[in-house]
């Protein structure tokens, strides 16, 4: 298929593919290649040009290539509407072409395909229906990535790890944070430990920092002894206080958390264990929005954004006298509720590609990847303790397996070995445990794929014939059969 191109309004600053900032370039632009089926998918093509680059159009990979010959393009945008050759694309892509950044568009029910592609290469994934926003959101990033690798210097503040928003209830999460990135108004991050509440937060710093980059300053207010933690956030201050109009203004020093994020972020953890003294210097800062320098003697704006992340029972924090009730309410002027990962389960295999990735990075190993059956599993797993403890397996099983696509055997394996003996009876033999764990995974998934055998089955990565045997082998609830199977 011939390729076809349409033409916006190019923006400055976007990395190219030579490693230079993209703006000055004539041929900076997106490539989008389409989806194999060759249905209508202009939406999408109009939606990456909104993000303010020329979009060239390949019909097929065949014709991405022959372009990227031709001419320079600062990312390639992979339609992945059919699963069928769609990874075998960008694994060709990538060989071609390996600094050329590649992401793909994917139907967020089609997780598993997700993370298959991030393993495949791709560095970031679009949910269809995607906003341009999310675009440029990823254009933002390559810009911040190319500016660090052309300085050699770190940015600043850690970046942490992206956001994965694949479900509907981290979309709603995302929307939040577009939302508050348009105010300077406190913000409470709510939800479980472990859920992501500080990536949520790094995500609504960087949204709100697109200009230019600023401080993201974390303070855990729990980890610190009453007098330290006040010296953290306020510096070293002296009890002398002035006299006119900035007698009652609290005082701040160069040294202290508050004065080093002003520009930027404060981001506050754990905050009902800060002291009632803490407290209500923070009432009065974040109230009056300005402070004494110590060092200046001088009246400064406290301009900057507060974020703080919270249990989801907060409500009874401040019931209990544990936290104020005007300082919640001042931080509490945005709220943004971060779904459990067990209620967001579109987002696990992306979530567990990369953290896969990051292991290998960070212990000098070849890449691993997991098997799709693999990743059923983990998807129905309950994760009770969230993504910190997917990152803790992910972890043991990539340090663990011995081959580069880690199978459902290795996650049986580990979980009978490190995880399952706390959730059984300690009379039960390794082999009754292994089948206990393997009923459960089996009805988590039937469950998943609403009975449909076929689907889950090919979840499962096994035979629909192998999966009534072991239905029937485990004793698993017939009820959860769906009747069309």
């Known amino acids: 298929m011939a390729a076809s191109s349409t033409t916006i309004s190019p923006a400055a600053g976007v990395p190219g593919t030579n490693g230079r900032l993209g703006g000055d370039e004539p041929g900076a632009a997106v490539l989008y290649v389409a989806a194999a089926s060759g249905q209508d998918r202009r939406v999408v093509r109009d939606r990456i040009g909104r993000a303010g680059l020329p979009v060239a159009t390949a019909g097929d990979v065949t014709a991405a290539l022959q372009m990227l010959s031709e001419r320079s393009f600062t990312l390639v945008v992979v339609d992945l509407a059919q699963e069928r050759g769609a990874l075998a694309s ?67 503040g850690d970046t942490g790890p992206a956001l994965v928003a694949h479900s509907a209830g981290m979309q709603a999460v995302k929307d939040q944070i577009r939302t508050a990135a348009a105010g300077r108004a406190g913000v409470l991050v709510m939800g479980e430990p472990g859920s992501g509440r500080e990536v949520v937060a790094r995500a609504l710093h960087a949204a709100a920092s697109e200009s230019a980059p600023r401080p993201f300053i974390v303070v855990d207010c729990a980890t610190n002894a009453p007098a330290e933690l006040e010296r953290r956030l306020f510096g070293a201050t002296t009890d002398r206080r002035p006299d006119g109009r900035a007698a009652g203004t609290e005082r701040i020093s160069e040294t202290g958390a508050i004065a080093q994020s002003r520009g930027g972020t404060l981001f506050l953890t754990h905050l009902p264990e800060a002291s009632a003294r803490v407290q209500a210097r923070l009432a009065r800062l974040f109230r009056d929005r300005e402070a004494l320098l110590t060092e200046t003697q001088e009246l400064i704006d406290l301009d900057l954004r507060v974020i703080a992340s919270v249990d989801s029972d907060v409500d009874q924090s401040v019931e209990d006298g544990r936290l104020r009730r005007d300082l919640f309410e001042r931080l509490g002027q945005v709220r943004i509720d971060v779904p ?69 055997e290795d996650l049986l394996a580990h979980a009978s070995l490190d995880g399952l003996t706390t959730r059984v009876d300690s009379g039960l033999t390794l082999r009754d445990a292994k089948a206990k764990f393997e009923r459960e995974c089996i009805s988590a998934v039937l469950l998943q794929h609403h009975g449909r055998v076929g689907d889950a089955a090919k979840a499962l990565g096994i035979q629909r014939t192998n999966l009534y045997r072991k239905v029937r082998q485990l004793k698993v609830a017939r009820s959860l059969l769906s009747a069309r199977r």
């Open 90 to 156: 960008i694994r060709l892509l990538r060989a071609r072409y390996p600094h050329v950044p590649v992401v793909g568009v994917i139907d967020p029910a089609n997780a598993l395909l997700a993370g298959d592609a991030i393993h495949a290469g791709l560095i970031d994934v679009l949910p269809s229906p995607f906003d341009d926003r999310d675009v440029s959101t990823v254009l933002a990033n390559l810009q911040d990535r190319a500016a660090a690798d052309a300085s050699g210097e770190p940015e600043i």
């Open 340 to 408: 459990p990962l067990r209620k967001r389960r579109e987002d696990i295999p992306v979530l567990a590609a990369r953290m896969a990735q990051d292991v290998c990075g960070r212990f000098d190993l070849a890449r691993k990847s997991f098997s799709r059956s693999a990743l059923a599993v983990l998807t129905a797993l309950p994760w009770k303790y969230n993504a910190s403890e997917l990152r803790d397996l992910v972890e043991a099983l990539v340090r663990a397996a011995r081959q580069p696509v880690i199978q459902l």
